[in-house]
């Protein structure tokens, strides 16, 4: 069934009528039905019942190995048979049960503003823990499986949030340096441009290559920031290190652990973007050793729109960070001066960052409810899977149109693994006098593989080649891989689709 040069192993009708076989045999539905059941409930929600009741993860049978169970997997989720969803990476679909859950907390909280929470917990306890507080349950549980303390997990509204308030809280100074990347998102380099200018702080870009080939490994990695990490810094500043896990742009997977230890050992201390982390990747914070972790719920996560985790290290070996909270709702009042946490680190992030006048605890509670789904699943059986379906995906560009057509070819060492793919299949890819003609010719396969039928949801993605050469653009397709909705079947049907667009766009492919 996999494509080759002379094109796809399925065609559109295949992969319909192949769909529609699996579904029959899995439960699946047609975007008919899925049509006809939202006007009496969503799935896997009784008919007339959307909204009235929580409802726990649904229970998938078996082991998470082979086709058939991830396909069981994949009914959870309100994607129709005739929509492939490759664009995970800019915003997740949600389960069914986390949609008719949103609705519930949000129906409680209208009908019964004060009590809405103890309502919930009388009517359903096992599903609405309150101990030690509605909240702090949902913390415990994201700490548990992510591997941190419950006091030290914020339950944000999107990595921009968490972002703002990492920012906004440390006390920069004139001098302080932050060591970062020409790959930065502008959740990530927004805030370090306004460190800078609002706050005189250095900052030191690593220039990522363009082409991640196979043969770079982390110790190639490491030396890239070694040189800024080791400059020079004055007696009373600070240097941090603020860098994506995964580069949005490319798919680029950064080994964290290494480079927060390399932080370390230079006295810095670290940031980390992983909006992309979330849902995708086996996460353990303690491991990782940063100083924050900021990321999105609606992305791998699948939580919803407006979510996001935030770890802020409350624990450990080495000192922890000078900072002030970011949200400062409990920070103080005019009346104390100073303020009792004033140059105080004696609070918990869980409290102190969490709380605000009024926080949307419906959709972060659901936004949890999307995680217990993952966890019961197993978070390294869907890293494991999501892995294994983009590196099918490299495999076949790379037969098609070569190794060097990967932005980031499939590395052996696992610790730069993930489920995003990016690729450029024409020859003039390091060509920017090119790079219109491509980036044209790019947009349109996009926006045309998104009005047929199947619809196909992927992206286009642009970068510099380097920051010094501001001219020197680079363009691809970025694919997202979510071993919890996306199948080898539709992984060959995209690629069968692409090889087919390519070729009418008329633009010289590699080979």
């Known amino acids: 069934m996999a494509a080759n040069k002379q094109g796809s192993g399925l065609d559109r009708r295949d992969f319909l009528k192949g769909f ?119 913390q415990a549980m994201v700490a548990a499986v992510y591997g941190a303390n419950a006091d030290e997990i914020v339950l944000s509204y999107n990595t ?71 400059a020079p810094l004055g007696a009373y500043n600070k240097q941090y290190l603020a860098i994506s896990e995964i580069f949005y742009k490319n798919g680029l997977r950064m080994p964290i652990p290494e480079l927060c230890a390399l932080a370390r050992d ?19 914070c303690h491991d990782y050793g940063a100083d924050f972790i900021a990321g999105a719920g609606h992305k791998w996560l699948c939580g919803g729109p407006g979510t996001g985790i935030l770890y802020v290290r409350n ?18 009042n005019p ?21 605000r006048g009024e926080s949307n605890t419906p959709a972060v509670y659901a936004m949890t409810d999307a995680l217990s789904f993952f966890d ?12 294994a379906l983009g590196n099918h995906l490299k495999g076949l560009i790379a037969g098609q149109w070569g190794r060097d057509a990967l932005w980031v070819q499939e590395n052996p060492d696992t610790r730069f693994a993930t489920a995003l793919t990016c690729f450029n299949p024409f020859a003039a890819r390091d060509n920017a006098a090119s790079f219109a003609a491509m980036r044209d010719a790019i947009n349109a396969i996009v926006s045309g593989l998104a009005a047929e039928t199947p619809k196909i949801y992927i992206r286009s993605v642009t970068w510099r ?31 069968g689709r692409l090889i087919d667009q390519v070729a009418r766009s008329g633009l010289t492919q590699s080979t």
């Open 335 to 355: 009346f104390v001066d100073p303020s009792p946490w004033y140059e105080s680190r004696a609070w918990n992030p869980s409290v102190y960052m969490q709380f």
């Open 376 to 387: 019961q699943i197993g978070v390294y059986s869907i890293y494991e899977r999501g892995v």
């Open 160 to 230: 921009t949030d968490a972002c703002n308030l990492i920012f906004a809280g440390t006390p920069w100074k004139s001098g302080d340096r932050i060591v970062t990347t020409s790959f930065e998102h502008p959740a990530l380099a927004g805030p370090i441009a306004w460190a800078r200018d609002y706050h005189g702080v250095e900052v030191v870009v690593v220039d990522i290559p363009s082409s991640f080939t196979d043969a770079v490994s982390v110790s190639d990695v490491l030396d890239w920031f070694e040189p800024a990490l080791a």
């Open 20 to 138: 529609a076989s699996a579904g029959i045999a899995a439960g699946f539905v047609g975007p008919g039905e899925v049509l006809a059941k939202a006007q009496s409930g969503p799935l896997g929600v009784p008919p007339g019942q959307f909204g009235r009741e929580l409802l726990p993860p649904p229970s998938i049978s078996g082991q998470p190995t082979g086709e058939a169970y991830w396909g069981r997997v994949r009914q959870a989720f309100s994607l129709a048979g005739d929509y492939i969803h490759m664009n995970t990476g800019t915003t997740g679909s949600p389960p069914e049960f986390v949609l008719n859950n949103l609705a519930v907390y949000n129906r409680y909280k209208a009908a019964d503003p004060l009590s809405w929470s103890a309502n919930l917990a009388a009517e359903a306890p096992a599903l609405f823990p309150t101990s030690p507080s509605a909240t702090g349950a949902r």
């Open 266 to 284: 230079y006295g810095a201390y670290s940031i980390i973007d992983t909006a992309h982390g979330w849902g995708m990747l086996p996460i353990n």
């Open 315 to 332: 624990s450990g070996a080495g000192p922890l960070p000078p900072f002030a909270m970011g949200n400062f709702f409990l920070y103080g």
């Open 465 to 495: 080649s380097s920051q010094r050469a501001p001219a020197d653009d680079r363009i691809g397709f970025r694919i997202s891989t979510h071993g919890v909705y996306n199948s080898y079947e539709e992984v060959e049907y995209v690629f």
